[in-house]
């Protein structure tokens, strides 16, 4: 899945953009707006990225399980090959199992105080009031929703695409996306 990134700066034109984009077999599951302005969004009907869009949770997690996964590869497997401690297969299974569940949970905390790392780009055009619009769509796709909001909606601007699936491992570096 790719994920378009576009800047409207009106409601009116996001509501205009959803419904047509919703015409088009476009679900919701499919199409975020992200904006200062959540009650606006709440009362034209739009909808809004969840927290899972807007933070880096999702990021953050995924990076703490895999450092707990390390942390009980390189603790928890040789104490249990070793048979330092006599305890049941089962306990050590459990044992490796819960420090990396407590390594994504513990992740989690860092991922919830920031900002979406593709999102961290338009800032400043959401404080100033604008609506970020993402679009996920099929690679085969993405030609034709660039066709159909460029033909529709020439105010929304196309900023960039980006894959839609989440990289832990991207840095400050990696975290421009692609301008269009």
Request: glycine share 8%.
């Amino acid at each position: 899945m790719i994920r378009l990134f576009y800047l409207v700066s009106s409601i009116d034109s996001a509501k205009e953009i959803s419904d047509d984009l919703h015409e088009h077999g476009v679900t919701d599951w499919r199409f975020h707006i992200v904006s200062k302005d959540e009650a606006g969004l709440y009362t034209h009907q739009l909808h809004t990225a969840s927290i899972v869009d807007r933070t880096d949770l999702p990021r953050y997690v995924e990076r703490g399980a895999l450092i707990g996964f390390i942390l009980a590869l390189a603790f928890i497997l040789p104490l249990a090959l070793l048979n330092i401690l006599q305890m049941p297969a089962a306990a050590w299974i459990a044992l490796f199992i819960f420090v990396v569940i407590a390594g994504g949970w513990i992740g989690g905390f860092g991922g919830i105080q920031g900002e979406n790392y593709r999102i961290e780009p338009f800032h400043d055009d959401i404080e100033a009031g604008k609506y970020l619009i993402m679009v996920d769509a099929p690679k085969k796709h993405v030609p034709k929703v660039k066709e159909l909001m460029t033909k529709n909606h020439p105010e929304a601007e196309l900023q960039g695409q980006d894959s839609s699936f989440n990289n832990p491992f991207a840095s400050r570096r990696q975290r421009k996306i692609k301008r269009a």
